[in-house]
């Protein structure tokens, strides 16, 4: 089942974004990046000069969705965390919150031990993030700029 979108306010995105950059760092990975379940990248952080992070975010929402088939035939709800390992490269991707995908490309400079345990506390910064998102989303004027505004003031301000 698709997701439904969602709306990313700036300071909620510059504390995620903030999040990514350290996991990416304190993990000694090459790449972090965080899709949404429809395949749309919320925010990356490393190496993404080399990358085409449209696809990669499409793919990875693609394999999610397609492993979370696969956990349902085995009676399972879903695989919340995959883990590809390449020649080189290595994808960690886990489920944030059941809302977003958090994926870390790294590479032999890290470990998948190191990456797991740096995953587990980003997730965790993100879950209480996310679960803000969905609060101001549930009560749309609790984080307007405009909730204080009032029909008599607007009134005021286009009449004579």
Request: aromatic fraction near 6%; charge should be negative.
């Amino acid at each position: 089942m698709v997701s439904p979108q969602f709306v990313m306010y700036e300071e909620e995105f510059n504390r995620i974004s903030a999040i990514c950059d350290r996991l990416c760092r304190e993990s000694n990975s090459k790449v972090v990046f965080l899709v949404d379940k429809n395949g749309q990248l919320i925010a990356a952080a490393g190496q993404v000069e080399n990358l085409d992070t449209t696809s990669l975010a499409s793919l990875t929402a693609g394999n999610i969705a397609a492993t979370g088939g696969l956990a349902k035939l085995i009676g399972e709800k879903e695989f919340s965390i995959l883990f590809h390992e390449g020649e080189r490269d290595n994808l960690h991707i886990s489920i944030v919150a059941g809302r977003v995908i958090l994926v870390v490309i790294f590479d032999g400079r890290s470990s998948l031990g190191l990456v797991r345990l740096r995953v587990k506390k980003a997730s965790q910064e993100l879950a209480v993030i996310f679960d803000e998102l969905m609060r101001k989303l549930e009560d749309p004027a609790a984080g307007s700029p405009f909730a204080e505004i009032t029909d008599e003031d607007i009134d005021n301000l286009f009449s004579d």
